[in-house]
């Protein structure tokens, strides 16, 4: 019982230091047509990223050849929230299916992944390499 009460309580400790972060994906926002907000969040291993089904049409989905090794890739359904849990730190990217060549894209940081460490894959629709750009160039935490 003592051993049962001591994982119980290291699992609670771990479970209480994950955040929950929570991405809208709007039609419009602060930053133009089709996006998520915020567009760039910093997250620790294990927060987990609470999709908000804010206005209709949109997924997330991560993008293949944007994600640290060992990170588990994932899509949501379109108008559908997703949560998703992210354990692997490093850069992920991800898009909104229907509106990627749209630039509906954000980035993800976990842990303290150095900015030369973001790699943008070459076939990425061009609006959305702007989009990552943009992103990079206002958020001054990571252009320091």
């Given at each position: 019982a003592a051993l049962c009460l001591g994982g119980c309580a290291?699992?609670?400790?771990?479970?209480a230091s994950a955040d929950t972060l929570e991405v809208k994906m709007l039609n419009r926002g602060p930053h133009g047509a089709m996006v998520y907000e915020p567009e760039f969040i910093?997250?620790?291993?294990g927060d987990t990223l609470?999709?908000?089904?804010s206005s209709n049409g949109h997924d997330a989905v991560?993008?293949?050849?944007m994600a640290p090794a060992g990170a588990t890739a994932f899509r949501g359904k379109v108008n559908e929230e997703i949560a998703v849990t992210?354990?692997?730190p490093g850069w992920y990217g991800i898009k909104c299916q229907p509106h990627y060549a749209m630039g509906m894209v954000m980035l993800v940081r976990v842990g303290d992944a150095p900015l030369s460490q973001l790699a943008v894959p070459a076939d990425v629709p061009e609006q959305a390499r702007q989009r990552f750009d943009a992103i990079?160039?206002?958020?001054?935490?990571?252009?320091?």
């Open positions: 290291v699992l609670a400790a771990l479970s910093q997250a620790a291993p609470q999709f908000r089904a991560s993008i293949a050849g992210l354990t692997e990079v160039s206002r958020t001054p935490a990571l252009t320091k």
